[in-house]
Structures are given as structure tokens and as C-alpha cells.
């Protein structure tokens, strides 16, 4: 069985947006979107999930710079409470506006110290001082930083999981409990309303009784006043 395709325009359709704003999610975020023979891109399942991580995440309020980052996780991220998205939400915004100013800077300061460099020594460096200026200043290499940065991210995003977790861990325990509570007092309360019930039930029973054994001697006097009378007869 084939695996559905869509166009972009029927992927768009479906994703209730406009189709210039797939294609620019794909150039923002790098996205890989496959295309047929004739160069028209194609949708399968797992683009179409992508998109809707992405909307997801946008909902949210995350920038779509840093969606970069985080879109791997977007199934950890849906498992999270409100305030826990809202948390990173805000540290990883600001960590890629931190990450952006920071490549700013290094760019700006690379492009400076190049024009400083007359034209004629840009080259001039010994091999093993060159190799140690690449080593010490790997940390400024752009793909080193991104790799950096997305460990801090992971983790950044392993923490607001496991402390959503702990929190809803948290909250169901006490739903439980106060459930429990609730049950606990209601049966007590109908263990209360029964044994009520059955005393009630005794005392009528008694209370029965008690008239029966009452009407039982009143009638026995009765009936024995009319022998009583004739002791004394005289005939």
C-alpha cells in the first residue's frame, strides 16, 4: 500500500494556513521536504506531524528560531502542564536571542579583525600557530556552538519534563487522596444512615411489642371481670 502524499496545497488545506507559509517554515527551520520528478514538493504523514509539532509549539509562544531547537521534543513538550511550557517557553526563547547577539557579536568581531590584517600577512601564520588558534577559538565555530547549544536545550527540556511530571505526580496523588477522603466519609456517612435505620427498626419493633403485651393484658382483664361477678351471685 502507498503512503499518502499531499500537495502543498492540500497539505496547507488541512493545516487550516496559507501555502507560503509552509514554504516558509521549511526554509526557516531547515526543514527536508521531499519532491517528485518534476521538482513540486510533496507531503507525507511525518512532514504533515512536523507542521502540526510546529503549530503546536507557535501556539505556545515559542519563536520560530527557536523551534529549531526544540521541535525534536514537541512530543515531551505536549506531555508537560501549562506552567511548565510556559517556563521554558520564556528560558528558550531567551537563551536563542542570547545565542543570536552572541554570534553577532563573534561575527562582527572576526569581520574586524580581519580588515585590521594587512593583505599581505593574512597567510603569513606558521602552520602549528594557525592549527592552535583554530583549536582555541573552536569554540566561536558556529556548528560547535549549535551543538553546544541544543545539549543545553536537551537538558533544558529533560528538566521542565521531569518537573511537570513531578507536579502532575503531585497533583494526582492528591486528587487521589481527596477522593479517598470523599469515599471514606461517604461511607461512613451511609454506615451512619444504616445502623440509624436499624435502631429505628428495633424501636418500632419493641415499641410493636411493648402495645402487643399491653392490649393482650387489657383484654385478659376483660374477660375475666364477668367471673369475678359471679362468686357473689345468690341463687
Do not use: C
Amino acid at each position: 500500500m502507498s503512503e499518502t502524499r499531499y500537495t502543498i496545497s492540500e497539505a496547507a488545506k488541512r493545516l487550516k494556513v496559507e501555502s507560503h507559509v509552509l514554504r516558509y517554515w521549511e526554509e526557516e527551520l531547515d526543514l527536508d521536504i521531499p519532491r517528485n520528478d518534476m521538482g513540486h514538493r510533496f507531503y507525507r504523514a511525518s512532514d504533515m506531524k512536523r507542521f502540526e509539532d510546529i503549530q503546536f509549539l507557535k501556539e505556545r509562544g515559542f519563536q520560530l528560531k527557536s523551534l529549531k531547537t526544540v521541535l525534536p521534543n514537541a512530543d515531551l513538550i505536549r506531555k508537560m502542564d501549562k506552567n511548565s511550557v510556559e517556563t521554558l517557553k520564556n528560558e528558550v526563547n531567551q537563551k536563542v536571542a542570547q545565542e543570536e547577539e552572541l554570534a553577532r557579536q563573534v561575527a562582527a568581531a572576526d569581520t574586524e579583525d580581519e580588515a585590521k590584517k594587512p593583505d599581505g600577512n593574512r597567510s603569513l601564520l606558521p602552520k602549528n600557530q594557525g592549527e592552535e588558534t583554530k583549536a582555541v577559538g573552536e569554540e566561536h565555530d558556529p556548528e560547535y556552538r549549535m551543538r553546544q547549544f541544543r545539549l543545553m536545550m536537551n537538558s533544558l527540556i529533560q528538566d521542565a519534563l521531569e518537573a511537570s511530571q513531578e507536579t502532575f505526580t503531585r497533583e494526582v496523588s492528591d486528587q487521589i487522596s481527596e477522593r479517598m477522603i470523599k469515599e471514606l466519609d461517604y461511607q461512613m456517612r451511609m454506615q451512619e444512615e444504616r445502623e440509624e435505620e436499624r435502631f429505628k427498626k428495633l424501636q418500632e419493633s419493641l415499641s410493636s411489642k411493648s402495645k402487643f403485651k399491653k392490649e393482650a393484658a387489657a383484654a385478659g382483664e376483660k374477660k375475666e371481670k364477668p367471673k369475678r361477678k359471679g362468686l357473689f351471685h345468690r341463687g
